[in-house]
T-cell receptor, first 113, second 112 residues
Framework: GESVGLHLPTLSVQEGDNSIINCAYSNSASDYFIWYKQESGKGPQFIIDIRSNMDKRQGQRVTVLLNKTVKHLSLQIAATQPGDSAVYFCAENRDSGYSTLTFGKGTMLLVSP | DGGITQSPKYLFRKEGQNVTLSCEQNLNHDAMYWYRQDPGQGLRLIYYSQIVNDFQKGDIAEGYSVSREKKESFPLTVTSAQKNPTAFYLC???????????FGPGTRLLVL
């Protein structure tokens, strides 16, 4: 079946490095994508979103890139800080009749001081 | 302060008991959702509601029930029919179902 997934389950970086978290999606009809950050024991927090009519969107220290040709989504975090350590999920809108979001399993980002 | 609240933070269930998890939002969102999260797993949709007095089953609705009598509230009942209820339960809301969802802090349900 079609699903949202992530390439790397765990990413370890040094403080100050740039981080890139990847997500592959297989539903070519999806037109809206979101990245969430989830700290241990807490609910996911919205980070940034992008629609399929765009290929790049920037926020504060974060950039989302969308490559529709290869169905790939990435989240770039600049100058990663220890407070960025968390699980990051991508989500896509679901084209299955009831239009809810489908979430990937997540990538754990570990930032060392 | 606008947002989504869930209570309690921790909930213990005895075997054969029904328990209800609370979710309230003051964001004036029409859509609300319940997800279950197990360790190392993605979020799985239990139920969602697009509007007051209407709700739909998600992927794992068996053993759960919901109601949506008020726009602000979407309580989830974990019934005795749910044989493996231990999990982290997340409530979310959005303006419409295909838009960004905002999450509450979660309720961790444990079985005694």
């Amino acid at each position: 079946g079609e699903s949202v997934g992530l390439h790397l389950p765990t990413l370890s970086v040094q403080e100050g490095d740039n981080s890139i978290i990847n997500c592959a999606y297989s539903n070519s009809a999806s037109d809206y994508f979101i990245w969430y950050k989830q700290e241990s024991g807490k609910g996911p927090q919205f980070i940034i979103d992008i629609r399929s009519n765009m290929d790049k969107r920037q926020g504060q220290r974060v950039t989302v890139l969308l490559n529709k040709t290869v169905k790939h989504l990435s989240l770039q975090i600049a100058a990663t800080q220890p407070g960025d350590s968390a699980v990051y999920f991508c989500a896509e809108n679901r084209d299955s009749g009831y239009s809810t979001l489908t979430f990937g399993k997540g990538t754990m980002l570990l930032v060392s001081p | 302060d606008g947002g989504i609240t869930q209570s309690p933070k921790y909930l213990f269930r005895k075997e054969g008991q029904n328990v209800t998890l609370s979710c309230e939002q003051n964001l004036n969102h029409d859509a609300m959702y319940w997800y279950r999260q197990d360790p190392g797993q993605g979020l799985r949709l239990i139920y969602y509601s697009q509007i007051v007095n209407d709700f739909q089953k998600g992927d794992i609705a068996e053993g759960y029930s919901v109601s949506r009598e008020k726009k602000e509230s979407f309580p989830l009942t974990v019934t005795s029919a749910q044989k493996n209820p231990t999990a982290f339960y997340l409530c979310a809301s959005s303006i419409r179902t295909e838009e960004t969802q905002y999450f509450g802090p979660g309720t961790r349900l444990l079985v005694l």
